[in-house]
């Protein structure tokens, strides 16, 4: 699958491709500075040791890609997706965004919408946004040697691309939980900030969720 990566430049990002790009699927690094792309897609390319790692503006990047994940900050949202919509028409949109603000009274701050995963369908009518991948740790994905201990957790209101998702998630050796509609994806969101906050009181780098029972 060609997968593009909104701000693959970051932590989130990168390491969500370099899993999947050895999972032998084509990665596209998506950047607001199309240079910055190419430097990160070069030095994936190495690390991997994977081909199939290119890097482009985001607008090129979601053009190019069969799945469009978002991997940037909440308050990025909006102007970068503005000008996605014609780009992103008809394809499934991976949300991992969470939207938390260090510093303030409040770590979790969902937008208007209920949630970013809610603001980015929003933004992009014509997709079919699903919320996933938001309790996989950054430093988790980056130890590609290591299997990733955490069940993944999706919503979304179309079953073909949440299926598109488990997919994905199994090509990374994830078990996917499929929580329903993407009016579930407030709650998926804020149980990052709960993660967020064990991290840093147990100075963990990855702490994540098991769902038992099932
Ligand atoms: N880090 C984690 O462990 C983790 C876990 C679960 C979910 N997430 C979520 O995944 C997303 C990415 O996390 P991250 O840690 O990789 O974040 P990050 O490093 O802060 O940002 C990722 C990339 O987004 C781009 N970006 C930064 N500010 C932006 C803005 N205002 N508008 C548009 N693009 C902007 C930057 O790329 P360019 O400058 O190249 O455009 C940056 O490299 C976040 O929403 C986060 O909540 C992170």
Redesign the pocket.
């Known amino acids: 699958m060609n997968i593009a990566i909104l701000?693959?430049?970051?932590?989130?990002?990168?390491g969500l491709g370099a899993r999947w790009a050895l999972a032998g699927h084509s990665i596209i690094i998506g950047?607001?500075?199309g240079e910055?792309?190419r430097g990160?897609a070069a030095e994936m390319r190495e690390k991997t040791k994977k081909l199939t790692i290119i890097g482009h503006s985001?607008l090129d990047a979601a053009r190019l890609g069969d799945v469009v994940v978002?991997?940037?900050?909440?308050?990025?949202l909006d102007?970068?997706l503005r000008p996605l919509a014609d780009a992103c028409r008809g394809k499934v949109v991976v949300s991992?965004?969470?939207p938390?603000t260090f510093g303030g009274p409040r770590l979790f701050t969902p937008p208007a919408a209920g949630s970013?995963a809610e603001e980015a369908q929003a933004l992009l009518p014509d997709a079919k946004v699903v919320a996933a991948?938001?309790?996989?740790?950054?430093?988790e994905l980056a130890e590609t040697e290591h299997a990733i201990e955490c069940d993944l957790l999706t919503c979304g209101g179309d079953a073909a691309a949440k299926a598109v998702v488990t997919e994905l998630g199994a090509s990374m050796g994830l078990r996917t939980l499929d929580v329903g509609p993407l009016s579930n994806a407030g709650p998926i969101e804020g149980i990052?900030a709960i993660l967020a906050t064990i991290n840093r009181r147990y100075k963990l780098k990855n702490s994540g969720i098991k769902i038992t029972g099932v």
């Open positions: 701000g693959g430049t970051g932590k989130e990002g990168a950047s607001r500075d910055r792309a990160k985001n978002l991997a940037l900050p909440a308050v990025g102007a970068t991992t965004v969470v938390l970013s991948f938001h309790h996989i740790a950054a430093h990052t």
